[in-house]
């Protein structure tokens, strides 16, 4: 039999208990009061205990989740500096490699760091996804890395080729896909290194494949592989003017060329090869970091993005 | 309840016995805020005399622990065996508190 007294307590404790399960806990200590016993009747001190501990335990496992939340936090800061700083190791890695195949054939890796910069605006031009451009990069910057696999008597030889010589030095792009295919970063340059000598017309190599068989960076890039080669210096001939080298190459667009790729780079070679065809090295390596820079998220040790100047 | 406090070099060790009710808590609470209100923030608890905690007691703790967290202190708890370990297990505690062996051990962890 419940006394009256003993009712308005009971009732006071439902208030209490519909307060905190809408969230408001301003008269929880009220409860913790009834928890006393002999104060009360020992069914409302057992049933005003049992709320207590539901309430401590909920409480205990709200903080938990709290550290739990800190700690992630934690770990994912340190995760993105991990993961700067390996995109930082394999750019880095990434120039050294280039620089290093450049050495074999030439003394200097200007090439390298034209082709990749010309790359850059004609990608942009095509509207290539981000993504796309960071593989297209990786493969202009590597595009002869098979080179190494070449004889210096093959490789270096002053005359022109004969017909095995040349059988040899085409390998460079399969050996090239082979490098890089073993380093996960590296791989998608590969449609760059094996396609960069196929020909719009299917007379290329290694797999003489035709027009959009050639994977798109590919095609890009042989445009600007061969405008490069005819408008530099190279120790067995001058650079050609601007003119002759582009009335050259547009003789050849539909057959070694892709013709729609090659207009877009018509329109833009002028203005881009008055600014470039002048820098030597130290100039060349500056814009292409800050080109990079925008691609390739280059971070410092201290989580702060990488400044080249 | 009895609660004694002791300053060692780098923490106050706070030892309770008896319980840890609706009835006693507010003693263990007036003596801890006393405490964090002149400063310190390093406290041992040793748990070893004590024969029970309810659910009031459980929530004195806690309270001490988020007053301590915004001031950048710490506690450990040392001793905690029988019912009173059993209790802490089930409320969740072990994942929220750090609970050591003995007093020594926590003086230890806290250099």
């Not at chain 2, 030892?15 to 002149?38: Q, R």
Request: hydrophobic letters at 40%; a negative charge.
């Amino acid at each position: 039999m419940i006394s009256k007294h003993d009712y308005t307590i009971f009732t006071q404790m439902i208030t209490i208990m519909n307060e905190v399960s809408m969230g408001d806990t301003t008269n929880v200590g009220m409860l913790y009061e009834l928890t006393k016993e002999g104060a009360y009747p020992p069914e409302i001190v057992n049933l005003a205990e049992s709320f207590g501990m539901m309430l401590v335990n909920i409480d205990a496992k709200q903080q938990h989740l709290e550290l739990l939340l800190e700690d992630l936090k934690e770990k994912n800061s340190a995760l993105e500096l991990v993961t700067g700083n390996l995109m930082n190791a394999n750019v880095g890695m990434l120039e050294v490699l280039g620089n290093a195949i450049a050495k074999r054939d030439s003394d200097t890796s200007d090439h390298n760091y034209r082709v990749t910069t010309h790359s850059i605006y004609l990608g942009k031009a095509l509207g290539l996804s981000k993504t796309d451009l960071c593989s297209l990069i990786k493969g202009a910057f590597l595009h002869d890395i098979g080179k190494i696999a070449i004889s210096d008597a093959i490789l270096l030889k002053p005359g022109k080729l004969t017909a095995p010589e040349f059988d040899v030095i085409k390998t460079h792009v399969n050996h090239g896909s082979d490098i890089i295919r073993s380093y996960p970063w590296l791989a998608d340059a590969a449609d760059v290194v094996l396609h960069h000598h196929e020909k719009y017309n299917g007379n290329g190599y290694p797999s003489g494949l035709k027009g959009d068989h050639i994977p798109l960076h590919a095609r890009i890039f042989a445009i600007i592989d061969v405008f490069d080669a005819l408008t530099s210096k190279r120790p067995y001939k001058e650079p050609i003017p601007f003119d002759t080298a582009l009335q050259i190459m547009a003789d050849d667009a539909g057959s070694h060329f892709d013709p729609e790729i090659f207009e877009v780079f018509r329109k833009g070679a002028r203005e881009l090869h008055e600014v470039i065809s002048g820098f030597k090295e130290p100039e060349l390596v500056k814009i292409l970091h800050s080109l990079m820079h925008d691609y390739f998220e280059t971070v410092n040790n201290n989580g702060q993005v990488r400044d080249d100047s | 309840m009895d609660i004694q406090t002791k300053k060692e070099a780098n923490a106050i060790i706070v030892t309770v016995s008896g319980k840890l009710d609706a009835v006693t808590t507010p003693e263990y609470d007036n003596v801890l805020n006393e405490l964090i209100n002149g400063g310190e923030t390093t406290f041992v608890v040793d748990f070893d005399a004590l024969d029970y905690i309810s659910s009031a007691g459980l929530r004195g703790l806690l309270v001490m622990a988020k007053q301590l967290k915004g001031k950048g202190g710490q506690v450990r708890f040392a001793n905690v065996k029988g019912t009173v370990k059993e209790v802490f297990e089930i409320s969740g505690f072990g994942s929220i508190f750090n609970i050591d062996d003995s007093v020594v051990t926590a003086l230890a962890a806290l250099v």
